[in-house]
């Protein structure tokens, strides 16, 4: 029996999981729902499924496993709670939700009525990240001692003027950091693990008519010792590849986009020439640094594979809902610090309440 998906919140991101779910052997598009029937309807009429002009007949389905969210960023904890109260499995688009205390209720939710949760973080699956991840597992970089992430993209003044949710607290939850880099964000706390305390800045200084920051740069001292940078930006032209760069006593990898840039460890291993020349190789995937249409779906298939899997298992997804928790407050603790001036220290102990406008 194949797994069925309902999609709820029709907009672009939903195509990529629409194109996603195609490729995957054991899982069926079979509903989706948007609080604009027009938009339901368009898209329902693209990709072969039903659509639904009311939620709760959507979750109603019987031929909906799993329930897949992708409405604006503020606005995942109402229809993620409701679907799990339906006894649906959930998966959230990126991030999470946008406050902790939004985190926790879908958390709570799917954890009340036994279903999996699972938060949309694709570039852990790609297989450069995961060569990483294994290198670092087994202890090859020694003492970790920094781990940097860079987002660089560029935004057009069109892309935040073409949705009126766009660049708002309400329902974008934050700027370059909470809905660009909130991957890279993911992948360095996945790679260096977690986070002591952090130091913020953030400005607004290459777009108009948005409440939220479109640059942003931060320290970050681990829990293990090491120290980190994280920027993040919609304001830098033409856009560049996204770039993590983990080093240690003992090893340091530079990863581009999809593309290994460097791997080299004191101790050489077989492996290591075939990783350099295989994942060495441009992919030519801009990876959406000035395009967000631009984006691969493998990684949402992988991800979407992962999940199915854990259904099936009772295993946890590799990104459930507290991993998607834990890049949220990190975001909230750099924003924290932004707007106080002062060093911010995890775990939160609460939201940081966003400063009023002067």
Not at 83 to 101: D, R, S
Not at 276 to 295: C, F
């Amino acid at each position: 029996m194949a797994t069925g998906f309902g999609i709820v919140g029709c907009g672009m991101i939903s195509n990529f999981h629409a194109k996603a779910l195609e490729e995957i052997r054991g899982a069926k598009l079979v509903a989706c729902y948007d609080q604009f029937a027009a938009s339901a309807d368009k898209f329902a009429e693209a990709n072969g499924c039903t659509a639904y002009h009311d939620l709760d007949e959507m979750l109603a389905d019987p031929e909906v496993d799993v329930v897949t969210i992708c409405t604006p960023s503020g606005a995942h904890m109402d229809p993620a709670v409701a679907a799990a109260n339906a006894g649906k499995h959930v998966v959230v688009e990126k991030p999470l939700e946008i406050t902790l205390k939004r985190c926790d209720a879908i958390i709570n939710a799917c954890k009340k009525n036994k279903v999996q949760l699972a938060t949309i973080m694709p570039s852990r699956f790609g297989a450069a990240n995961q060569e990483l991840k294994k290198a670092i597992e087994k202890g090859r970089f020694g003492k970790l001692t920094l781990g940097d992430t860079y987002v660089k993209w560029w935004r057009t003044q069109e892309y935040y003027d073409s949705g009126g949710w766009r660049g708002t607290w309400k329902l974008d939850g934050g700027g370059a950091y909470m809905n660009q880099a909130i991957h890279n964000v993911d992948l360095l706390y996945w790679f260096m693990g977690e986070v002591a305390d952090v130091n913020g800045m953030t400005g607004t200084l290459a777009h108009k008519r948005i409440e939220v920051e479109d640059t942003g740069v931060a320290t970050i001292r681990f829990k293990n010792g090491a120290l980190g940078v994280i920027e993040a930006t919609t304001s830098v032209f033409p856009g560049l590849l996204k770039k993590t760069e983990i080093s240690g006593t003992e090893g340091t990898v530079i990863i581009e986009q999809d593309d290994v840039l460097h791997w080299e460890f004191a101790k050489e291993q077989a492996r290591d020439q075939k990783i350099r020349d295989e994942l060495g190789k441009s992919t030519g995937n801009t990876g959406g640094a000035s395009d967000p249409s631009a984006i691969s779906y493998a990684g949402h298939m992988e991800q979407l594979k992962d999940f199915i899997k854990s259904i099936k298992t009772g295993k946890k997804p590799l990104v459930d809902g507290n991993d998607g928790r834990k890049s949220v407050e990190i975001i909230l603790a750099i924003y924290q610090s932004s707007w106080t001036g002062k060093q911010v220290s995890l775990p939160l102990k609460r939201d940081p309440k966003i400063p009023k406008k002067k």
